[in-house]
């Protein structure tokens, strides 16, 4: 089975400067998704980024980035510029492609504060 | 873009009745629709996978008779907590994948806060 390790349960960031997520999976398979979603006090799941495992380029969303990186399965957000109204509970999240795979499995979360 | 909705968004009942959560896909059609469980400073645990016309495949641990899910067409989902508790209290989210939406994340409900008294 799959499973998504956010070991870092609370990360704060000073307004305009740059923080990093951790994330790192398990997966025997080949081809997958990889995501990050954002979760704000609504509660509301927005999808901040994706990557396809089958693809070398980092992923990039305007202030959002990845460094994903296949070999060591590890799969970091980076969020540039910080804003107040990025302060949120971040899940990563793994899919597969095939069957009972097809779900999400997420992280634990890390909930990022915006300190202004 | 794919929207689902879900409703209500908070429900309050009392300890022994049933509620029922709907999630609606607005402008696609959901043929599958997963359920989830969320509880405060949590992640999100997976209840149950639905596809259109199927029975509802259950997570372990998961009280199938407790928790049943209605996946009857391509527009609407629905989950029932039946006899609730108080430890039944939480936050259930639905979230969809089919025709028309991203090819490879899921579009997510808003979210049903249930608090059982």
């Known amino acids: 089975a799959q499973t998504v390790t956010q070991s870092q349960p609370e990360m704060s960031v000073q307004e305009a400067e740059t923080v990093t997520l951790s994330c790192t999976y398990d997966?025997?398979?080949?081809?997958?998704?990889l995501f990050w979603y954002k979760q704000p006090p609504s509660r509301q799941m927005i999808l901040v980024i994706r990557?396809?495992?089958?693809?070398?380029q980092n992923a990039t969303e305007n202030r959002f980035s990845v460094n994903f990186q296949k070999a060591a399965k590890s799969f970091s957000l980076k969020i540039s510029d910080s804003q107040l109204g990025d302060a949120a509970m971040y899940f990563c999240a793994y899919r597969g492609l095939v069957g009972s795979a097809r779900q999400l499995t997420f992280g634990s979360g890390t909930q990022l504060t915006v300190l202004p | 873009g794919a929207v689902v909705s879900q409703h209500p968004s908070r429900v309050i009942c009392k300890s022994g009745t049933s509620v029922k959560i709907e999630c609606r896909s607005l402008d696609f059609q959901a043929t599958t629709m997963f359920w989830y469980r969320q509880f405060p400073k949590q992640s999100l645990m997976l209840m149950a996978t639905s596809n259109e016309g199927s029975k509802a495949t259950y997570e372990q641990g998961v009280e199938k008779d407790k928790f049943l899910i209605n996946h009857a067409s391509l527009t609407l989902s629905t989950l029932t907590v039946t006899s609730a508790h108080p430890e039944d209290s939480s936050f259930y989210i639905c979230?969809?994948?089919?025709?028309?939406?991203?090819?490879?994340?899921?579009?997510f409900g808003s979210g049903t806060r249930l608090t059982v008294v």
């Open positions: 979230s969809a994948a089919g025709t028309g939406t991203h090819p490879y994340g899921y579009t």
């Open positions: 997966t025997s398979e080949s081809d997958y998704y």
């Open positions: 990557q396809e495992a089958y693809k070398q």
